[in-house]
Every structure is written in structure tokens, then in C-alpha cells.
């Protein structure tokens, strides 16, 4: 009652907060736990807006900006913190909480990326088999995915998990980014990590020239690897139940695309070296090893797509496409930090020809093999012969 009148403060948040943690850690309730800390989230947003006539994220941004903390917000993020290991968004904003809010991957982008978070949260939580997204290139698509990898390793440090891309060069930025998340003091791993699994080893073992991490101990199959599908696989890398495949951008560039010869030797390579190393999928209650797929659609050749095709209907199959305009011509990744505006994409589109312009950036592509000509600068028989002699 007093949450719906909106007669809420400080102390009734953490009162909530309290009852959550008996509820999760004492009474093993945590469907019931989480709906509190849920009322809890809320009520601190309401005392901010009420009392300061802001966001907490502002009041947050102050509190960097002054060098003072503020007890609503830390409440905030106590809360966020218990929500971590069930819900993958709060575990994002955790992680970023040392971060200045101007320097963060997330909440600037998270007007068009919570689609995104909200189906990572699916895929993990019911029995889909397998995510394909599809987005333009920069606009964040591959580091969600590495947060999410990250998350996974967090969750399940024994499990095995691999990410693999056109090339080792592509492995080596998978590699350091994920090695950045764990390991650096910029980010909150190590105290999630430390407090889910205490008396577990942050970091047992790791390579760069094999691209491997081990969290918790030493094992031949690593919790995480990257490696390019160039690279070797078969005998070193074990997606396990609990893990996934991460594949991201098989396509090099647009010289690969335009030929069917590679864009089918790449589609073999997928098949026989990538989905190989999963587990089967009835090992687990959700699913045994799952799958994620992300990239830009070059063409109509693309693995995405040729997935998307295979799978359509198929409810353990969920595909998104986010393109770089809206309905309204608008841009979808307007952020407020590094984003792409509406007058950068018009001025692509008129830039490239259509068939490139719709496949890179609208995420829709098609067949335009055989047209010399442009479509619209086709001239056609009305059926009707002009007169005079035109042998």
C-alpha cells in the first residue's frame, strides 16, 4: 500500500532489501526474493524522483562529479549486486559501477539495447537453443555479447564456453576484452565473482597464445577460449552443458561476401568445426550447450541468415534484427555516447547502392546477382513494337 501511494523513503527500501536476502539466503526463495528486490529497485527510484526530481543515475553522476556517495544510491547498487547472478542487465550495471558513467558501454546504449538484454536473459533462462542478431557494424553488438559471455563464466566457471570469429586477429580482441572484464580493477568481477563463489580461484590459468581462460582451477577445456575459424578446434576446444557457442562476424568483408565459393567453404567450416564441439542439446533441462550469432548481414549467403532460413518457426530458434533505421527513417543508435545519428546513416544510404545499403545497414539482404543495371534505372517493354523497320 504504502509502495502504490507512493509514501516511500530510504528506510522501506532497505527494509525490502533485508527481507530479500532472508528470503534468498536463509529461506531458499528466490522467485520470491527477487520480486522484493524488484519493489525495492522501485521504491529508490521513487524516492530520488520525488525527493531530488531526477533519475538515480543522475544523483549517481553527481556523486562522481563531487567525490560524495549518496545511501540511496549504494542501496541501489546492493540491490543490483544480489540481483546479478539471476538477472543479466543488473549484472551489466554492477559491473560498470567504478566506471564514470561517461566512459560506460551500457546505459548510454541501453534505449535500443535492452531488446537485446532482455532476449540474452531468454536464452539463458528458458529452453531456446539458439540466438541470431543481426545489427550494423559499431553499434555495440559484439561487446553485449562478450558481457554476456562474461556473465557466463561468472555463473559457471567449470563450464565451457567458446567465442570464435573470421580470424585469430578477431580471437585476439575477443581474448583481451574478455580478459579486461575479469581481471581489471575498472570493472566489478572479481567482487561478484568473489561473493558467489568464495574460496574459488579468480583466475587459475590463462593464455594469450591459445586465447584461453580458466576461472576457479586448471583444465584442459577452458572455461573460456577464442579462436578464429581458421584456427584449430577439434581436440582443443569443448563447448560443454552450461556453455555456449559465441560466434560473431564469419564474413572478413565485402570481398568475402561477393564470393559464393567462400561464403560456402566459410558455411562448411562453421558446421564442421564450431557446432561440432557442442554438447548435445538434451543434457540439461534448458537446453545442454546453447548457441549465439551474431554479425551483419552481407548477403543472402550469410551463416546468419542461412540459419535463419533453416529455423524459421522453429520456437527454440530466436532471431533479431535491429536495423540503422527505424520505421520513421529515424536512427536506432542515436546513443548518447558514441552513436551513429539519423543524418550519418541518410548520408550513407545515398553513398552506397541499394543492395549494399539494405544488407549492411537495414539488415535485409537479397538476391542481385545477374542485374548489370540499377533497379530503378531499368527500362521496360510495354508490349507494344514502335513502328518503322527494326531488324
Not at 543490483?80 to 543488473?90: D, N, T
Not at 514502335?386 to 531488324?391: F, I, S
Amino acid at each position: 500500500k504504502l509502495i502504490e501511494q507512493g509514501k516511500v523513503d530510504y528506510q522501506i527500501a532497505d527494509a525490502l532489501y533485508q527481507a530479500s536476502q532472508v528470503a534468498m539466503k536463509t529461506e531458499k526463495d528466490n522467485e520470491y526474493g527477487l520480486k522484493v528486490l524488484s519493489y525495492a529497485k522501485y521504491v529508490c527510484r521513487q524516492v530520488v524522483r520525488r525527493e531530488q526530481n531526477c533519475s538515480i543515475w543522475e544523483i549517481e553522476r553527481f556523486c562522481f562529479d563531487n567525490n560524495c556517495q549518496v545511501d540511496i544510491v549504494n542501496l541501489f547498487y546492493k540491490i543490483l549486486k544480489a540481483e546479478s547472478p539471476f538477472l543479466f542487465e543488473s549484472y551489466i550495471f554492477f559491473m560498470e559501477r567504478r566506471r564514470h558513467p561517461t566512459k560506460r558501454f551500457y546505459l548510454p546504449r541501453r534505449k535500443t539495447l535492452k531488446v537485446v538484454v532482455d532476449d540474452l536473459q531468454r536464452l539463458e533462462d528458458t529452453d531456446l537453443k539458439f540466438y541470431g542478431l543481426s545489427m550494423p557494424s559499431r553499434v555495440g553488438k559484439s561487446t553485449i555479447c562478450i558481457f554476456f559471455l562474461s556473465w557466463i563464466v561468472y555463473l559457471r566457471p567449470n563450464s565451457h564456453s567458446a567465442m570464435g570469429g573470421h580470424s585469430g586477429m578477431l580471437a585476439d580482441g575477443f581474448y583481451d576484452e574478455m580478459l579486461n572484464l575479469i581481471t581489471t580493477q575498472e570493472y566489478c568481477f572479481a567482487e561478484l565473482y568473489s561473493e558467489l563463489h568464495p574460496g574459488c580461484v579468480l583466475l587459475a590459468d590463462k593464455s594469450a597464445d591459445k586465447h584461453t581462460i580458466n576461472l576457479d582451477r586448471a583444465e584442459r577445456f577452458c572455461s573460456f577460449s577464442a579462436r578464429g575459424i581458421d584456427g584449430t578446434w577439434t581436440g582443443d576446444i569443448d563447448i560443454s552443458d552450461g556453455g555456449y557457442l559465441y560466434v560473431d562476424d564469419l564474413v572478413r568483408d565485402r570481398e568475402h561476401s561477393l564470393s559464393p565459393t567462400r561464403m560456402e567453404n566459410t558455411w562448411q567450416e562453421y558446421l564442421n568445426k564450431m557446432v561440432d564441439r557442442k554438447v548435445g542439446t538434451k543434457v540439461r533441462a534448458h537446453g545442454g550447450a546453447k548457441e549465439l550469432m551474431v554479425g551483419t548481414l552481407w548477403n543472402v549467403l550469410d551463416p546468419l541468415e542461412r540459419m535463419r532460413k533453416l529455423h524459421e518457426g522453429d520456437k527454440q530458434y530466436l532471431f533479431r534484427r535491429i536495423p540503422a533505421l527505424d520505421e520513421n527513417d529515424k536512427s536506432n543508435f542515436d546513443y548518447a555516447i558514441n552513436g551513429f545519428s539519423t543524418e550519418y546513416y541518410h548520408e550513407m544510404r545515398e553513398r552506397l547502392d541499394n543492395a549494399e545499403w539494405m544488407a549492411k545497414y537495414q539488415q535485409q539482404p537479397y538476391v542481385r546477382e545477374g542485374i548489370v543495371f540499377k533497379a530503378d534505372e531499368l527500362r521496360y517493354f510495354n508490349g507494344i513494337l514502335p513502328e518503322g523497320d527494326h531488324r
